[in-house]
């Protein structure tokens, strides 16, 4: 191994943003930024084509695939699954990380209730309005780590932020958590997805620095 | 297995004002991969005790120019990297540097199709990459691949890469670049003397048609309104690419 590379002249900022009032964690901000990320108060859009505009009398989701029956709800009939509020910190592969994002949802754990999946089935695909894809294996989707979420800060969705609604994985990088999320397909075998098909890491564990392909 | 893009220690070899607040900044990569116009790469600074950080910018030079790169950087307020970068980086001064990055904001000059390019500031660089790849391609042979950009800048003297702009539309090669300075406009200005909007997007593509693949890289509101126009002029989807900065990225 080779001595660390120091940046000549380099010291650096390190005015890390604070929490907001009412929220410990009990863990620095600090401590609560993934490496090579840094801390932001500003919501970021970052997107690869147009933001697509599905009125809600149109929109629909779906559960589909390996399961034995598939389901599909209309908007009122999805917003009316017994919803929580989730405060996660998000990170983006573009290396903005943003603390106790408030987010309102119904968890993955809520949707799976509603069919059953086969046992041949595990890799999850998100598909989207606009033809963007994800792909996660099922067991990053369960047990409380995802939602689909339709209320950012008690407000309604932005098209621009993924609205009407959008996957959120908070464990993974920000572009797992999809956008104008439509429904979930269950697969037996993986199938990279857009980003993932781009050079961008196919689990994107931010922990671990999975940004790329080969992290 | 794949390997992980290796981080490459870079020597910055010259440095240009290109605007009061931006700077292109030449780094040689003797052991540089190559890379695709519009792609990126992260930088990363580490200070004595280990403290790191790491952005990403956009390669300004082409893909025919080998074993250096152009970033060309936007000193943002109270920004941590660009300030560095401004304030204290030198000519022989060595960076880590990884890529090149992404694989969906790329421009070859075998694409089929014209161009229609717009950029807000500092949003031109990923854009610069594709311009000056469309005048060195295929070895010397330059493309006449019908090209137009829209550019936004707030002045005049904000607009970066003003003269090899202005050098690159007079080669008579099929680039048109139009202006629009949204906050103050020299005496006699004839171009555009507003923001992007739905009807400048319409008559700058027009006489390219709805074939042209667009790629749009800026501030978020301006690609916003840039891409929506384009999606309601009909033009695919899959051809209208954006990248977008917000106000965060320092």
Not at chain 1, 72 to 100: R, Y
Not at chain 2, 14 to 36: F, K, N, Q
Not at chain 2, 37 to 57: F, K, M, P
Not at chain 2, 122 to 150: C, K
Request: net charge negative; glycine share 10%.
């Amino acid at each position: 191994m080779t001595d660390r590379f120091v940046t000549r002249g380099f010291v650096g900022r390190r005015s890390d943003p604070t929490s907001p009032p009412g929220v410990d964690s009990g863990r620095s901000p600090a401590d609560r930024t993934p490496p090579g990320q840094y801390l932001t108060r500003d919501f970021p859009i970052l997107s690869a084509g147009p933001t697509p505009r599905t009125p809600l009398d149109r929109w629909s989701f779906y559960l589909e695939g390996l399961v034995r029956e598939p389901v599909t709800w209309t908007w009122d009939a999805f917003t009316a699954l017994p919803a929580k509020d989730w405060t996660v910190d998000i990170s983006c592969v573009t290396k903005w990380t943003k603390l106790d994002m408030r987010w309102r949802g119904v968890s993955i754990d809520t949707l799976l209730e509603a069919v059953e999946l086969d046992p041949m089935a595990a890799f999850a695909i998100a598909h989207c309005d606009g033809g963007y894809t994800t792909n996660l294996p099922i067991g990053d989707l369960v047990d409380g780590q995802a939602f689909v979420a339709w209320e950012y800060d008690g407000r309604p969705l932005e098209a621009e932020h993924g609205g009407p609604a959008r996957l959120v994985v908070p464990a993974r990088y920000f572009w797992k958590s999809a956008k104008w999320i439509r429904g979930i397909r269950f697969v037996d075998r993986d199938v990279p997805g857009f980003w993932e098909s781009l050079g961008y890491h196919n689990r994107g564990d931010q922990w671990l620095e999975e940004r790329y392909s080969g992290d | 297995m794949l390997n992980p893009i290796p981080w490459r220690i870079a020597t910055i070899s010259a440095v240009h004002d290109e605007t009061p607040s931006v700077r292109t900044y030449t780094i040689a990569l003797p052991e540089w991969p190559g890379h695709r116009a519009g792609q990126h790469v992260d930088v990363r600074l580490t200070a004595e005790d280990g403290y790191s950080v790491e952005r990403s910018y956009s390669i300004a030079s082409e893909p025919e120019r080998t074993g250096e790169i152009d970033l060309t950087v936007e000193r943002i307020e109270g920004g941590e990297v660009s300030a560095f970068l401004h304030d204290v980086a030198v000519v022989g001064d060595r960076l880590e540097v990884r890529g090149p990055i992404g694989g969906y904001f790329v421009w070859e000059a075998s694409s089929p199709g014209p161009l229609f390019l717009v950029a807000g500031g500092s949003g031109v660089v990923p854009l610069m990459a594709m311009l000056r790849h469309r005048a060195r391609a295929a070895a010397g042979a330059r493309s006449t691949i019908p090209t137009r950009l829209l550019f936004s800048s707030r002045h005049l003297e904000d607009v970066i890469y003003r003269d090899e702009l202005d050098r690159l539309a007079a080669a008579g090669d099929g680039l048109e670049v139009v202006h629009t300075l949204t906050r103050s406009q020299p005496p006699g200005w004839t171009g555009y003397s507003r923001r992007i909007d739905d009807r400048m997007i319409a008559e700058v593509l027009d006489p390219l048609g709805a074939g042209a693949r667009t790629f749009i890289c800026g501030p978020t509101p301006l690609v916003e309104v840039a891409a929506n126009a384009l999606d309601r002029l009909g033009l695919p989807r899959d051809r209208i690419r954006t990248e977008r900065f917000g106000p965060s990225g320092p």
